[in-house]
């Protein structure tokens, strides 16, 4: 603001300077967080009509391959077709996980694994290599095994770009014990596996450093400039940190710590291959939006031997749950879609079903896992849970142990 004035027969202007960068940070904030916000609108409506459709693709896929009569060459071409589907599902939930929350569904887990074999297959074919530094008494964590892959991946993929003329990443992990006053930059106190990925490209100036994490922001010209910011949300969903340091010529190296598990045992399970067998005639309700998704629903399901009830929202399943207990011909497994639009989704509907009859045996299923629902199924009342798009024997892994 400036302003004339008169002072001992002198003429002075005034000037009066605000310093408005926070106000303006603030607003930048505001304007992010309205873009995410709408981002995540988007997501949630794309990820349920999308998977839905990826169900039936996915399901008939399945189906198809019971074609005893079908070419050897057939089957390999369904399988790649399959696979493909799979794939899609994925990018879908790299959206999410970053939109809409995509709460970790965790496990006890090795961390070694899981690095080597992101890391290993997004270099696959290029210029790059991997070199590995893994301590062999890594301790275990608590992680989403896709989730953390994904931040492996996406991290290695930007070291990749970082050395067009090819190079290598080095990538270690070890035990880290940390206290309040080490001056670590995350400032907890515990135990931590400490990932680092290093790489010897063109590296950043502090102020790309500054910014790579914000959402859309990327120095190359190809992707959604997404994938840090997903990085990012991961990590401190795991209640884990993310550091960067870089100079410009000689390389970036990004940590990871993600603190160790209170358990340091793993129970050693043999999972047995699904073989697609009657476990015994068993009454199955499904309910889902899609119509889809309830045709191939009710083909699946009777081709594994089971009589079966198909409901288009949850007012309807509890409906035809009541009716079919009343008539002495009850239902023995319900399979409830979580989000219905305009109508009763599944946690309603399993409510009212446990009302009546508390020993019902609920799965939820649902296109994205971003609800706590999906992570924390048994809290709500579920027995199970599955993500659509399912094929045919994840499907009925989940469903044949509840029906013995």
Known sequence: ALRLTTFNSSRFVIAVV???EARKAQEEDRLRAKKLESIGILAGGIAHDFNNILAAILGNINLACFDENMDPATKKI??????ASLRAKGLTQQLLTFAKGGEPVRETASLGEVIQDSASFVIRGGRCACEFDLADDLWLADIDRGQISQVIQNIVMNANHAMPTGGVI???AENRVLVE???APHSLAGNWVVISIADSGIGMDRHTMERIFDPYFSTKNVGSGLGLAICQSIVNRHQGRITVESTPGKGTTFSLFLPASASQTLEKTI???PE????????ILLMDDEEQVRELALAVLSRLGHDVLLARDGEEAVRLYVEARQANNPVDLTIMDLTVPGGMGGHEATQRILAVDPEARVVVSSGYSND???ARYAEYGFCAAIEKPYRLADLKKVIDPLLV
Do not use: Y
């Open 276 to 283: 697609v067998e009657v476990v015994g005639r068993r009454r």
């Open 181 to 183: 006053e080490s001056g």
């Open 78 to 83: 369904l399988a790649a077709a399959e696979k």
């Open 170 to 172: 080095r990538i270690s």
């Open 18 to 20: 605000r310093d408005i």
């Open 372 to 374: 706590p629902i999906m």
């Open 271 to 273: 999972e047995p291959t």
